[in-house]
């Protein structure tokens, strides 16, 4: 069974970066069985789709994020991350990683979750 562990920093400033950590277990991000997703959810909104990246490395992002979003890998460490630049309050959420079986670019039924990280933007 394949799990996910988000990390990184609980706190960021406006105008930073914010980067975030999933350590895949169980399962290998070089494997055509998923496809790697980086989530969040707004206090009081729903899920926002951000971004994936696919077992080969290509990576897709949501139009309305893509200026600011990158995400990539490390094969050696098994783990995929997510940057977010010129962060504001809006960027504040939960931050989840997730995997699924098919490439949609955008919300979708996924197979597993990390539990979640809270990140808030405040000076």
């Known amino acids: 069974q394949v799990q996910l562990q988000e990390s990184g920093p609980g706190l960021v400033k406006p105008s930073q970066t914010l980067s975030l950590t999933c350590t895949v277990s169980?399962?290998?991000?070089?494997?055509?069985?998923?496809?790697w997703n980086w989530i969040r959810q707004p206090p009081g909104k729903g899920l926002e789709w951000m971004g994936v990246?696919?077992?080969?490395?290509?990576?897709y992002y949501s139009p309305s994020l893509k200026s600011r979003t990158s995400i990539s890998r490390d094969t050696s460490r098994n783990h995929f991350t997510l940057q977010l630049s010129s962060v504001t309050s809006e960027d504040s959420a939960v931050y989840y990683c997730?995997?699924?079986?098919?490439?949609?670019?955008?919300?979708?039924?996924?197979?597993?979750w990390g539990q979640g990280t809270q990140v808030t933007v405040s000076s």
């Open positions: 997730a995997i699924g079986p098919v490439l949609r670019l955008r919300i979708s039924g996924y197979d597993y």
């Open positions: 169980g399962g290998s991000i070089t494997t055509g069985d998923y496809y």
């Open positions: 990246i696919t077992y080969s490395g290509s990576t």
